[in-house]
């Protein structure tokens, strides 16, 4: 989960520069608010469905969604307005993440394989 986390973080840095010129920062920014609510909402749903993938792509989608809505809600009782294309930068980033987790994670079935690190411990020292 660590490597995946430091791999989206990578992966944002280094596209937002390139592409700086084509997309608003403020895309770039919602995008990045959406992966990182979004990695907190599969870290929860997973742990509350134990490790079920279904639900843990849905609560990073659904936990993306909500910080989106809750953006855009401030933006609009600041005085601004509702931006869609915000909204839908922010629900990506999340999906994103989701879809991440779930094409990295091992996995056997439905659920995640919890990985045995004692059983990885026993192995090193018979060698």
């Not at 599969?42 to 792509?57: G, M």
Request: proline share 0%.
């Amino acid at each position: 989960m660590r490597k995946l986390i430091i791999l989206i973080t990578m992966g944002v840095v280094f596209n937002s520069q390139s592409i700086h010129s084509q997309i608003q920062e403020d895309k770039v920014l919602h995008f990045a608010a959406g992966a990182v609510s979004g990695a907190a909402g599969a870290l929860i749903a997973s742990k509350i469905s134990k490790r079920n993938r279904f639900w843990t792509v849905t609560g990073s989608v659904a936990a993306s969604l909500v910080a989106g809505l809750a953006k855009e809600a401030i933006d609009k009782s600041n005085g601004g307005k509702w931006d869609n294309g915000d909204l839908g930068a922010t629900v990506l980033g999340g999906a994103v993440v989701g879809v991440s987790i779930e094409i990295f994670s091992k996995k056997e079935g439905k659920y995640y394989v919890k990985r045995d690190k004692k059983r990885k411990r026993k192995i090193k020292t018979l060698k």
